[in-house]
C-alpha cells in the first residue's frame, strides 16, 4: 500500500482562504461536533441501556448514530486544528487513513438507511409477521454484512489511490483527503479509479438509494390501498417521516457529489456541498429522531428521572 511518489505529505486548504474567518469558523464548527457527538452519544445510550427500545428499529438506530459519530470524527478534528493552524498539513498515510474512513463510514451509513426503510417496510405492510422476520439475528448478520461491504469498499479506493503518483501540486482544495481532489493531483493514468469512484461508488449510493425508494414506495401504495382511516395513515406515515428526512439529507448531497463525473466540477461547490453530508446530518440526525420519536423522548425522560 506504499506509494511510489515523492510527496510525503498533503496541504489541505480547508473551507475557506479568508483568514479572518478562520476563528469563527472554529467555534462554529467545535460546536457543531460537541452537539453532534453528544446527541449522537446520547441516543446510542439511551438505545442500548432502554429494554423498551431492544427492537430492529432502534438496534439500527443505534448502528446509525455510532457511525454518526465517527463519520463526524473522521474529518471534523483536522479541520479544526487547521483553523488554529498556519501549516494545514496531513502525511501522505494520514491521508489515505482519512480517505479510507471516510467512504467506509459513509457507504456503510448509505446501505444502512436502505435496511432501515426495509425496517419500515415490514413492520408497516406485514405487522403480523414482523418480529419473525426482523430476528434478532437477520439484523445482526445485516448489520454485519453492510459494515464488511462498507470496508472492503473502502480498501479499495484507499489501495488504489495510495499506488497512485503524485508529482505536482501537493494541495488539496478540501477540508478533508477525498478520492476526487486527490485524483486531481496525480500525474498518469487514473482511469482505474475514476471508474471504481463511478461505477462500484456510484452502485452503492444509487443501488441503496433505490432499494429505500422502493420500500417507502410499497409503504405509501400499500397504506393508500389497505388503509381507510385517514388518522391511522397518518400514524403509520408519521413512524416513518423521521427516517425519510434523514434519507433525504444524506442522499442529496451524496448523489450529487459522487455520481457526476469528477471532470467539469467545481472544488468550492464540492466542499460546500460535502459540509452537508460530513457535519451538517450528523448533527440534525438525533434532533430528528429525538424531536419526531415519542418513544426515544419517552426514553431520554426516564433517564432523566433516574
Request: hydrophobic letters at 50%; charged letters at 10%.
Amino acid at each position: 500500500m506504499l506509494n511510489t511518489t515523492s510527496v510525503t505529505e498533503f496541504l489541505l486548504l480547508g473551507v475557506t482562504d479568508i483568514q479572518e474567518l478562520q476563528p469563527f469558523l472554529f467555534v462554529v464548527f467545535l460546536t457543531i461536533y460537541f452537539i453532534s457527538v453528544a446527541g449522537n452519544g446520547a441516543i446510542l445510550m439511551i438505545v442500548i441501556s432502554d429494554p423498551r427500545l431492544h427492537s430492529p428499529m432502534y438496534f439500527f438506530l443505534g448502528n446509525l448514530s455510532c457511525l454518526d459519530i465517527c463519520y463526524s470524527t473522521v474529518t471534523l478534528p483536522k479541520m479544526l486544528q487547521n483553523f488554529l493552524s498556519t501549516h494545514k498539513a496531513i502525511s501522505f498515510l494520514g491521508c489515505i487513513s482519512q480517505l479510507h474512513f471516510f467512504h467506509f463510514l459513509g457507504s456503510t451509513e448509505a446501505m444502512l438507511l436502505a435496511v432501515m426503510a426495509f425496517d419500515r417496510f415490514v413492520a408497516i405492510c406485514k405487522p403480523l409477521r414482523y418480529t419473525v422476520i426482523m430476528s434478532p439475528q437477520l439484523c445482526t448478520q445485516m448489520a454485519i454484512t453492510i459494515w464488511t461491504i462498507g470496508f472492503v469498499h473502502a480498501l479499495l479506493h484507499s489501495v488504489m489511490t495510495s499506488r497512485l503518483n503524485f508529482c505536482g501540486s501537493n494541495c488539496i482544495h478540501h477540508f478533508f483527503c477525498d478520492v476526487k481532489p486527490l485524483l486531481k493531483l496525480a500525474c498518469g493514468n487514473t482511469e482505474l479509479n475514476q471508474w471504481l469512484l463511478s461505477t462500484v461508488t456510484g452502485t452503492i449510493a444509487m443501488g441503496s438509494f433505490f432499494l429505500t425508494f422502493l420500500s417507502y414506495f410499497y409503504i405509501i401504495t400499500h397504506l393508500f390501498f389497505k388503509t381507510h382511516s385517514f388518522g391511522m395513515l397518518h400514524k403509520a406515515l408519521s413512524t416513518c417521516a423521521s427516517h425519510f428526512m434523514v434519507v433525504i439529507l444524506f442522499y442529496a448531497p451524496v448523489l450529487f457529489t459522487y455520481i457526476r463525473p469528477a471532470s467539469g466540477t467545481s472544488m468550492d461547490q464540492d466542499r460546500i456541498i460535502a459540509i452537508m453530508y460530513t457535519v451538517v446530518t450528523p448533527v440534525l440526525n438525533p434532533l430528528i429522531y429525538t424531536l419526531r420519536n415519542k418513544e426515544v423522548k419517552g426514553a431520554f425522560n426516564r433517564a432523566i428521572k433516574r
